[in-house]
Structures are given as structure tokens and as C-alpha cells.
């Protein structure tokens, strides 16, 4: 069953990637607005967009 | 604040559109085809190219890598430029991508009916196709990364982490279960073994399914089904759970493909106890998607896009309810190698992947071509003719699949087996694959309705082919600034192509060289009576691939009364060391051939082959009468051996120089004397006689074992 390794080792790399992502996500902020991103999609015209307050600081 | 304004490619978006729209309609009749053949054997005209065996992966990918694969790539392009605000990263990358990936699909549909394939369910093409592929798929990656990196929108919207989800795990899924040893340009030996290759192909093929049907097209819908319906998805929280739960959970379910085989203990019970875990997240998504539409259930009723979605996501639901029930071990023990893993495929493909692509396309195509759908009434035909397809469809190959599980465990009540003979039980089940095909001509129609209603809208309106947009550049944080500029700087900077090579060039190297040799000293307990093929089975072996023969006859008898009194002694992980790759099979509408080697005389092959009919009546088996008259190809001999002997089979040197042939010639004149007894005057340069030198093989070995050698294993 040595393959097994090999397996687990792909499937870590996988899942190791995505912990790095995950992390990177959570520290950059793709997560503290769980609101807006939801109804930003929906606007079709992209000039709205960027009517939207967007902070100058990261938001704390 | 200044604005830059951008422009939106809608040309490559237009043009997966077709190909989603083409390769359904011709992968969804290859479909048909082999639905037919089932309870007609005589379908495919006694034509070698068209028989089950070579067109059942001709379907499987056509209608996953083809029409699924194009669909994915056209709701990707549409939805990622807008999602961040930036046209695709390469133009060049992006036509690289599309026509790639046709060139991919017509290599396909030429090499698989030809009969080249490595036998590995959804991974059948062969090693050149395979690096094509790999480089294909490198260069889309590169493209959506790209994409991302140059976005103007900072926050990354859900749907962008299934893509990046996919991208990342199909290059890793593609390459490992790829590891082949070419033996010639369109033949290649798995680097695996038996049990090691089982497990690898179904690590592989479940996560094909998890990271190609279905994370990519949760993605598409978490942004279609909130445009559609213009309402924000019903909880982004939920999704971003859903999201990170999934993926880290669906990568260990692989091994619920194998319970009950020979696959150790632990390994099935880590793939079923995953599994079920599944459903928590699967859930969560369908819930969140069917939420989205609270209130809007009066839009559903009038807008077709809607309706399909609204399909798709409920039929989402039950296949991710049903899979892991499926994978519960007692459950598998009745639905394995029946007809409910059929069904259960279809539910989802037909439902979840078909209906999902249905309402893209209709979503998509008005918008495009600036103008209305051309026939709302026709959509709505299509939904319900679809719709009734699905039921027809799923509902009879359910009943079939129950109806054989239950019948190969039925003993009587002397302690015998009720059905002793397989056939009686598929002849039982012939009536089901009958109604099944109505489904199918129904689920077709349906295409073929939209097909025109798309055709007609395109006509109507005016094709746009790029929208211009507007954003604000990025702003971005001083700690981001470096990392990213950087990165950015980088792929501007240089050329393009550079990074696409460099990246094909880590994944070949990791084909070519990263296998190590220690991958294939096995570790399974060998069984000393077990020894190689010798060249004529070796041979035979290959044409039982190119036939694809395991389409349809599994060769691993499961540790059950009823599996054991039908077909012998249940197998052990030692009998399969040496098969490169292995031949476990997923299906039963012929019965096992784990032991089959001595069970019947070599005429009764010999007949049974020429015409399945003439020795077992009412049998769906098509006929092989090519076998009989294509001589035996033997100059690929070394080639084989060598390839064999590389990843680990003990053939001594030289040995594929002379007493290798000498071996084939003396093998095959013991079979043509056997057939003579039988009254059966055969050539013996035929390919027939290979076939059943392999036929007559399988099993035995560990028969001729004494007694107390295989009580160990």
C-alpha cells in the first residue's frame, strides 16, 4: 500500500494549498464584509460600484 | 478617483458556448448509442469502433470533459472577467485554452473508438493526450490566476474560490492518476498495481467528480442563480463555510469506489466515514441556493433560466444525499456493480451538470446577442421534455439496479443460489434499459430544442463582442503592495508564453521523471503461486482493454456467500500484482471473470466470442467476430515487456527478444489444439486465440497454491 503515501502527500499539497489560501483570505480581509460582496455581484453597471464607500484604511 | 475603463471578451465566452452546445448533442447521442446496444445488441452493426466497450468512455468523456468541460469554461470566462472587474488575463492564453481543448476532445473521439485506452475510468486517453491535457489545463489555470492577480474588485466573490478550488485540484488529480510507461505512441502500463492503481484511479475518479462536475459548477452557481433571480445569495456566510468544508472534506472520499474489494480495511472505512460527512456541506449549498429564490418563487414560475436552476440544484441535493448513502459499506454490498450507480451518475450529470448548463446558456445567449430569448414557450418545452427524460431515465435503471442487486444475493431456501445463472438476471432487467432509452430520446429532444431556440436568438440579435466597463483601480494596502506588485510585475514583464512553458515543463518533468521506481515495489503480500502473464496473456490482456471488456465484467469477487458460491473464492490484493493497470471493473451486466480461467473449454470462447448468442441465448453481449479474423499484432511485443519489466513485473532480460515469441508461438498452438478437440480449426496467429490464453488464465494461479499459503492471505 505504499502508494498510499503518495496519495496522502497529493492530497495534503491540496489541502495545504487551500489552508494557505484560506489563511491569506482571512488576513487580507475577503472575509469581514459578509453583506456587500452578496449584492455587489448583482449590480450589472460597474460604474455603481465604485460609488460604494470603500474604505481608505483597512477596516479594523 | 480615477477610473480606468476596460473592455469585457465576450468572443471566447461565445465560443465554449457552441462547443458546450455541439459536444452535448454528440456526446449525448454516443450516449444513446450505447443505451441502445444494452437491449440490442446487434446495434452497432457488427462494427468494431461502435461497439459498448469502446463508445461507453467515448460518452463518459465526451459528456463530462466536452460538454461539461466547455460549459464550466464558458460560465467561467462570462462570470470571472465581471466577478473582477478585468478582461481575461491573455487573449492568447484564452484561444490557446479553447482550441486546446477541442483539439483535446477530437483526439478523443478518434482514439478511443479506435480502441487506444489505458482501461482507467474518466482518465481513458493515452499518454499523449494525457500531456496535452496537462499543459491545456496549466494554460487556464495560468489565465484565471492571471485574471485574478489584475482584478479591480478586491474582495474575491465566492464563486472565484470554487474556480481557484478546481484549477488547483485537477492539475494535482491529473497528474498522479497519469503516471503511466508508455509502451509505443498509443499504449501505456499504469506505474500502479492492483490495489495501489485501484486506489489511485478511484482517488482520482472521485475527485473527478467532486472538482469537475461539481465544485466548478457550484461556483457558476453561486453567481447565476443570484443574477438570475437578482437577489443576493441567501447567506454568504453559508457559502464561504460551504466552500472551505467541501473541498477539504470531498479529497478523502475516493476509496467508497472500492468496499468490499480487496482494497484494505482502513482505507474503506476513512473513504465511507468521509462521505458521509459530505452531506453537511453538499447540503448547506443546496439550501443556500434554494433560499436565494424566498420570495421569488413567482419568477421561477415565468422564467425558464430559473426553472432549470432551480432543477439543477435540487437535483445537486438528492445525488449528494444519495452518494454518501451509496457509500455507507452495507448499502454498497447491494448497489455495487448494479445499474444504481448508473442511475445515480445520471441523476446528477442529467440534473445537476445538464440543467445548470441549460440555464446558463439561456442566460447567456439573450445577453450576448442584445436581445430577448427567442422562444420563452419553446425554453419551457425543453424544461418539461427534459425534465421527464430525467424521470424516465433515472426511475427504470433504478429498479434495474435494485432489481440485480437483489436478485445475485437471492439464495433459496435449500442454501443454493435462487439465479445461479447471471443471465437470467439481466434478462430480467432488458425491459428497464428499454424505457431508459426513451428518457434518453426525450432528454436529447430537449437539447435539440434549445439548440435551435439559442440558434434563432443569436439570429435576432446582434452579437457584442466586447462590453465596455468601468472600475477603479485596486487600492491596495501597503503590506499587499509588495507581494502582489511583485507577482504582477512578473508575469507582465516577461512574456507570457515563458510562464505557461515553465509550468508545463514542472508537469511533464513530474510525469517523466518525479515517478520513482520505489512506487511500484509493492507492498501488497504476494502470493507465491502468482507469477506474470506470459506474452500471449499479456497480449490478450490488451485486447481485453482495447475492448474495454471491463465496461461491463468486474474482476473482483467480493467476500460474500452469494458472490463466492457464484463465481469462486473471493480475491485477494496478492492475486493482482501484476496487473498493469488493474482491471477491477466498476459495472456487472456480464458476470465476474475473476475465475473465470478454466471454467469453460476454449471453444465455448471461441463460439461465445464469435457469437455470444449461439451459447448463451438471450445474452446482451455484442458480438466480437473481429477477433477471429485480425491477426495478432506482434511487433509491439517488446515494446510491452520492456514497459512492463520498467514498472516492476519480473520478466528476466533479453527475454522479449526471441524466447518471448517463442513462448507466444508454443501457448497459442496448445489453445488452437484445444479448440480442435472442441471441433473449432483456428489460425494461431489470431487475436481470438490471445483472448483466451488471457480468459483461461484468470484466477487460477492461486488455485494451484497449497493450502496453507493462501489461508495467510
Redesign the interface.
Same mark, same amino acid.
Given at each position: 500500500m505504499s502508494v498510499i503515501i503518495i496519495l496522502i502527500l497529493a492530497s495534503l499539497t491540496v489541502g495545504l494549498l487551500f489552508v494557505g489560501a484560506f489563511i491569506w483570505s482571512v488576513r487580507s480581509g475577503q472575509y469581514e464584509d459578509t453583506v456587500t460582496p452578496a449584492m455587489r455581484m448583482l449590480a450589472e453597471d460597474p460604474a455603481q460600484t465604485i460609488c460604494k464607500p470603500k474604505s481608505k484604511d483597512k477596516p479594523t | @478617483?480615477n477610473?480606468e475603463t476596460f473592455k469585457y471578451d465576450n468572443r471566447i465566452v461565445r465560443a465554449f458556448a457552441i462547443a458546450t452546445v455541439i459536444w452535448g448533442i454528440v456526446g449525448m447521442s454516443v450516449g444513446m448509442l450505447a443505451a441502445v446496444e444494452l437491449f440490442f445488441p446487434g446495434a452497432n452493426l457488427n462494427v468494431q469502433f461502435i461497439t459498448f466497450g469502446r463508445i461507453r468512455p467515448l460518452h463518459t468523456n465526451a459528456v463530462i470533459f466536452a460538454f461539461v468541460g466547455n460549459g464550466m469554461f464558458m460560465g467561467i470566462y462570462y462570470s470571472l472577467q465581471?466577478?473582477c472587474?478585468a478582461r481575461m488575463f491573455s487573449d492568447f492564453i484564452s484561444w490557446f485554452h479553447f482550441w486546446g481543448w477541442q483539439s483535446i476532445i477530437v483526439a478523443a473521439a478518434i482514439t478511443l473508438p479506435l480502441g487506444y485506452t489505458t482501461s482507467k475510468e474518466y482518465a481513458e486517453l493515452e499518454w499523449p493526450i494525457k500531456i496535452a491535457i496537462a499543459v491545456v489545463w496549466v494554460a487556464f489555470t495560468v489565465n484565471l490566476l492571471g485574471t485574478i492577480l489584475k482584478r479591480r474588485?478586491k474582495? @474575491?466573490?465566492?464563486a472565484i474560490?470554487f474556480y481557484?478550488?478546481t484549477a #488547483?485540484?485537477v492539475a494535482? #488529480?491529473h497528474v498522479?492518476n497519469s503516471m503511466t510507461m508508455p509502451a509505443g505512441w498509443f499504449k501505456s502500463y499504469s506505474m500502479?498495481a492492483g %490495489?495501489?492503481?485501484a486506489?489511485?484511479q478511484w482517488?482520482y475518479g472521485h475527485n473527478a467528480v467532486a472538482f469537475f462536475l461539481t465544485t466548478p459548477y457550484l461556483g457558476l452557481m453561486y453567481?447565476f442563480l443570484?443574477?438570475a433571480a437578482?437577489?443576493?445569495?441567501f447567506s454568504?456566510?453559508l457559502s464561504?463555510i460551504h466552500f472551505?468544508a467541501l473541498?477539504?472534506i470531498y479529497?478523502?472520499a475516493g476509496p467508497h469506489h472500492l468496499l468490499y474489494t480487496a482494497l484494505?480495511d482502513w482505507?474503506q472505512s476513512l473513504g465511507m466515514v468521509f462521505s458521509l460527512m459530505l452531506i453537511a456541506p453538499s447540503w448547506g449549498g443546496m439550501l443556500n441556493g434554494l433560499l436565494t429564490l424566498r420570495g421569488a418563487w413567482d419568477k421561477v414560475r415565468q422564467d425558464p433560466v430559473l426553472k432549470f436552476m432551480v432543477v439543477a440544484v435540487t437535483a445537486y441535493g438528492m445525488a449528494t444525499l444519495e452518494g454518501p448513502v451509496l457509500a455507507i459499506k452495507s448499502v454498497n454490498s447491494l448497489s455495487h456493480y448494479t445499474d444504481w450507480t448508473i442511475a445515480h451518475a445520471h441523476s446528477g450529470a442529467l440534473g445537476w451538470n445538464g440543467f445548470l448548463t441549460f440555464s446558463m446558456l439561456y442566460y447567456l445567449f439573450p445577453r450576448l446577442y442584445k436581445t430577448e430569448l427567442w422562444s420563452i414557450r419553446l425554453a419551457n418545452w425543453h424544461f418539461w421534455t427534459g425534465l421527464l427524460g430525467i424521470v424516465f431515465y433515472v426511475v427504470p435503471i433504478y429498479i434495474a439496479g435494485v432489481t440485480e442487486g437483489l436478485m445475485w444475493k437471492q439464495f433459496n431456501k435449500d442454501g443454493f443460489l435462487q439465479y445461479p445463472n447471471f443471465l437470467e438476471t439481466i434478462v430480467q432487467v432488458v425491459p428497464m434499459f428499454e424505457l431508459r432509452a426513451v428518457g434518453g430520446t426525450l432528454y436529447i429532444a430537449g437539447v435539440l430544442m434549445m439548440a435551435y431556440n439559442l440558434y434563432r436568438t443569436a439570429k435576432a440579435g446582434e452579437f457584442e463582442p466586447e462590453t465596455e $466597463?468601468?472600475? $477603479?483601480p485596486l487600492?491596495r494596502?501597503p503590506i #499587499?503592495l509588495h507581494g502582489e506588485l511583485s507577482w504582477h510585475r512578473m508575469l507582465e514583464g516577461k512574456p507570457v508564453l515563458f510562464t505557461v512553458l515553465a509550468v508545463v515543463a514542472i508537469l511533464i518533468g513530474g510525469i517523466v521523471e518525479v515517478v520513482p521506481m520505489?512506487?511500484v515495489?509493492?507492498? %501488497?503480500p504476494t502470493i507465491t503461486s502468482v507469477t506474470p502473464y506470459s506474452p500471449l496473456e499479456l497480449l490478450g490482456r490488451d485486447i481485453y482493454i482495447r475492448e474495454g471488456c471491463l465496461g461491463c465484467h468486474s474482476q473482483m469477487i467480493r467476500p460474500f456467500r452469494s458472490e463466492t458460491e457464484r463465481y469462486g473464492e473471493y480475491s485477494k490484493a496478492g492475486e493482482f500484482v501484476y496487473d498493469h493497470p488493474f482491471l477491477w471493473g466498476s459495472e456487472r451486466k456480464g458476470p465476474d471473470l475473476a475465475r473465470e480461467g478454466g471454467k469453460y473449454p476454449a471453444a465455448w470462447h471461441y463460439n461465445h466470442m464469435d457469437d455470444p448468442r449461439s451459447t448463451s441465448p438471450g445474452s446482451i453481449m455484442p458480438r466480437y467476430s473481429w477477433l477471429l479474423t485480425q491477426n495478432l499484432e506482434m511487433d509491439g511485443l517488446p515494446w510491452r515487456l520492456c514497459a512492463m519489466r520498467r514498472v516492476g513485473v519480473p520478466y528476466p532480460a533479453g527475454y522479449e527478444n526471441g524466447p518471448a515469441q517463442a513462448d507466444v508461438k508454443a501457448q497459442a498452438t496448445e489453445i488452437v489444439t484445444d479448440l480442435k478437440e472442441g471441433g473449432i480449426n483456428a489460425d494461431p496467429d489470431k487475436e481470438i486465440i490471445a483472448l483466451i490464453a488471457y480468459l483461461q488464465r484468470l484466477g487460477v494461479d492461486i488455485k494451484s497454491a497449497p493450502e496453507e499459503d493462501t489461508a495467510k492471505y
Open positions: - | @478617483m477610473v465581471r466577478l472587474k474588485e474582495h @474575491m466573490y465566492v474560490w481557484i478550488a #488547483l485540484t494535482v #488529480l498522479t500502479y %490495489v495501489q492503481d486506489l489511485v482517488w453567481y443570484p443574477k437578482n437577489r443576493p445569495i454568504y456566510r464561504i472551505w473541498i477539504f479529497i478523502w484494505p482505507a $466597463a468601468q472600475a $477603479a487600492e494596502t #499587499l520505489y512506487l515495489k509493492e507492498n %501488497v
